[in-house]
């Protein structure tokens, strides 16, 4: 049974951090590129970074660089995001996706999310 379970959102201040961690189970998770995604109410779901699989090469939205950073541990199956220096407008439920493409074959997972809410 395929699963991405995401956790460590939460209620914080302006300018505090979250680690976000997004575990995968029940496919081969080192071969997988995972993608953080958000989506704030009213609006659409938009990227915020994405790590590709094997050789780890990061991306970044342009409304989060320098201020968020995935890492992934395939030991653990598990893809993190810090976040620092949160922003209102950084509130949103954040959603992991695992996505690979074998032959042809597009693979596509995603968890349930996890809210975030930066708010004084």
């Known amino acids: 049974q395929v ?8 209620l914080v201040q302006p300018g505090g951090s979250l680690k976000l961690s997004c575990v995968g189970s ?6 997988y590129a995972i993608t953080w995604f958000r989506q704030a109410p009213g609006e659409e779901r938009e990227g ?6 094997a ?4 991306y970044y939205a342009d409304s989060v660089k ?3 950073t995935i890492s992934r541990d395939d030991a653990k199956n598990t893809v993190y995001l810090q976040m620092n220096s ?3 407008e950084d509130t949103a ?8 493409t074998v032959r042809g074959t597009e693979y596509d ?3 349930q999310g996890t809210q975030v809410t930066v708010s004084s």
């Not at 029940?26 to 071969?31: E, T």
């Open 48 to 53: 915020v970074s994405c790590i590709t699989a």
């Open 86 to 88: 949160l922003k209102p």
């Open 93 to 100: 439920v954040y959603y992991c996706n695992a996505g690979t």
């Open 26 to 31: 029940g496919f081969p998770f080192m071969y």
């Open 55 to 58: 050789d780890g090469i990061t």
């Open 109 to 111: 997972y995603w968890g």
């Open 66 to 68: 320098g201020r968020f």
């Open 3 to 10: 699963q991405l379970v995401e956790s460590g959102g939460g």
